[in-house]
């Protein structure tokens, strides 16, 4: 599976944005798609996931309200919808792929395949 992810920009506090990540080799089909992030200096971090075949979503507590993990069937691509953007969510962000059991949804070493980063900075 190869993924890219994309939509990332410069905004101000408060805005939006949206992220995509699309999948081209395969379907995400029995995948569990995950957004993570890592700020200069910092860890990468789960954001958000959702497992492809039953639609069921995941978050950081620090997102949950403002960030909805969303799937499009037809274009085989995974959005992550950011509102309410604050300085601390400024950071590269990444999408990956994998087929881990549930309780490892929101380990990044779990994950077999990765996107390049696309970045996001929030100016307050």
């Known amino acids: 599976v190869q993924l890219q992810a994309s939509g990332g920009g410069s905004v101000q506090a408060g805005e939006s944005l949206r992220l995509s990540c699309a999948a081209s080799?395969?379907?995400?089909?029995?995948?569990?798609i995950g957004w993570f992030r890592q700020a200069p200096g910092s860890n990468r971090e789960f954001v958000a996931a959702?497992?492809?075949?039953?639609?069921?979503?995941y978050y950081v507590d620090s997102v949950k309200g403002r960030f909805t993990i969303s799937k499009d069937n037809a274009e085989n691509t995974v959005y992550l919808r950011m509102n309410t953007l604050k300085s601390e969510d400024t950071a590269v962000y990444y999408c990956?792929?994998?087929?881990?059991?549930?309780?490892?949804?929101?380990?990044?070493?779990?994950?077999?395949?990765w996107g390049h980063g696309t970045q996001v900075t929030v100016s307050s």
């Open positions: 959702i497992r492809w075949s039953f639609g069921t979503t």
């Open positions: 990956a792929a994998g087929r881990q059991i549930l309780s490892a949804i929101r380990d990044d070493y779990m994950y077999n395949y």
């Open positions: 080799g395969r379907s995400f089909s029995g995948y569990n």
